[in-house]
């Protein structure tokens, strides 16, 4: 993807704008999430990456979440505690332990996934067919966009926030 200047830091102002007040539309989810299942933000990413890649390792937890290993231990033993991830040694190495999801948090993963769907469904049909095409093709640049810069910088979570990690 070519590195093009966007047309006016007043657009890019006003799309940061518009990005946080859509993810801000999801806090009722997430404080039912807290609410009914004790669950913080970074305890529902984790079980959902546990859910991607059953068996992943706390190491590549704190990895792809950049950050420590401690931090991803205190998660991880809040969602065993909830018996909604397991522990289990890998047979191969015992040095390592493989999480993995209880049929408790599978059923976590899934409710919360149906519940964002039904809210995001009912948002989507209240748009019109020009405006929802229109949102796709937005989507689908900043989707493209996120893994360009993804691949050019892939310490910008580092640099945007720096000595949030044991770096």
């Known amino acids: 993807m070519a590195s093009s200047a966007p047309s006016s830091e007043h657009a890019v102002d006003q799309g940061l704008r518009y990005l946080q007040e859509a993810l801000n539309m999801f806090d ?7 609410a009914e299942m004790g669950l913080t933000t970074a305890q529902l990413r984790v079980l959902f990456m546990v859910r991607e890649q059953p068996g992943v390792t706390a190491g590549e937890l704190a990895n792809r979440l950049g950050v420590t290993p401690p931090t991803i231990s205190g998660i991880v033993d809040r969602l065993v505690k909830l ?17 993995s999801l209880t049929e408790g948090g599978a059923n976590a993963c899934s409710r919360l996934e149906r519940g964002v769907e039904i809210f995001t469904r009912r948002i989507l049909i209240e748009m019109n067919h020009e405006d929802l095409a ?4 937005g989507l689908k640049a900043f989707i493209s966009a996120s893994q360009y810069v993804s691949s050019v910088e892939p310490n910008l979570a580092a640099v945007a926030m720096p000595g949030t990690t044991s770096e």
């Open 134 to 137: 229109a949102f796709i093709v």
């Open 28 to 34: 009722p989810l997430r404080f039912r999430a807290w």
């Open 83 to 99: 018996k909604l991830v397991r522990r289990d040694d890998d047979k191969s190495d015992r040095r390592l332990v493989r999480n």
